[in-house]
């Protein structure tokens, strides 16, 4: 079946410093979703990529889309203290049926 | 707007028993899907539905049922809770399928003894 790596699995930080969570998937995907956990929270939506090459910003936030759509990237430049959380891409194949999330990267960021 | 709503928040079961974990959602989505998450393995999908009257299998569906009547609501029933059902479970509900913005409730924090 359908497979969404994502790495690393952890990261910690200093506040100010910049992070890269990196999605790949084993098939090609319609499109891909990211999504934050905080804490003891809920998974909530960030952003949804369904161009090959596409990029989008938030702010801080950049994410990619490759251009096989196989693979995407979350960047946050000058990470701060509420970045804090997990986050989790998610892939929606072609030829599926349901969103396969990867295991997401848990982001700690030390002041 | 409630959103999507997840009863009860925390639920300690003996093992052999069983309950059903409530969800609600006002937002007139067509699919609904449960998630269990576990340290270190993400969201893993359950049972999805992509309307009343249709439910499918994800990727760990034994020990758990679900039915869709309504729209509106997709409970989902441990029928002998077992200590590796021990985890915290999401419902998620979307306008469609996979391509638009998946909305999660709380969650319920399930512990088996």
């Known amino acids: 079946g359908q497979q969404v790596m994502q790495i690393p699995q952890y990261q910690h930080v200093q506040e100010g410093e910049d992070f890269t969570t990196y999605c790949n998937s084993s098939?090609?995907?319609?499109?891909i979703q990211w999504y934050k956990q905080r804490p003891g929270g809920h998974p909530v939506f960030l952003i949804q990529l369904v161009k090959s090459g596409e990029v989008k910003k938030q702010k801080r936030l950049t994410f990619q889309f490759g251009e096989a759509k196989k693979n995407s990237s979350l960047h946050i430049t000058a990470t701060q203290t509420t970045d804090v959380g997990t986050y989790f891409c998610?892939?929606?194949?072609?030829?599926?049926?349901?969103?396969?999330f990867g295991k997401g990267t848990s982001l700690l960021v030390t002041p | 707007n409630a959103g999507v709503t997840q009863t009860p928040k925390f639920q300690v079961l003996k093992t052999g028993q069983s309950m059903t974990l409530q969800c609600a959602q006002d937002m007139n989505h067509e699919y609904m899907s449960w998630y269990r998450q576990d340290p270190g393995m993400g969201l893993r999908l359950i049972h999805y539905s992509v309307g009343a009257g249709i439910t499918d299998q994800g990727e760990v569906p034994n020990g758990y049922n679900v039915s869709r009547s309504t729209t509106e609501d997709f409970p989902l029933r441990l029928l002998s809770a077992a200590p590796s059902q021990t985890s915290v479970y999401f419902c998620?509900?979307?306008?469609?399928?996979?391509?638009?913005?998946?909305?999660f409730g709380q969650g319920t924090r399930l512990t088996v003894v």
């Open positions: 098939t090609t995907l319609s499109n």
């Open positions: 998610a892939g929606y194949p072609n030829s599926g049926y349901a969103l396969n």
């Open positions: 998620a509900s979307s306008y469609r399928e996979g391509t638009t913005e998946a909305f």
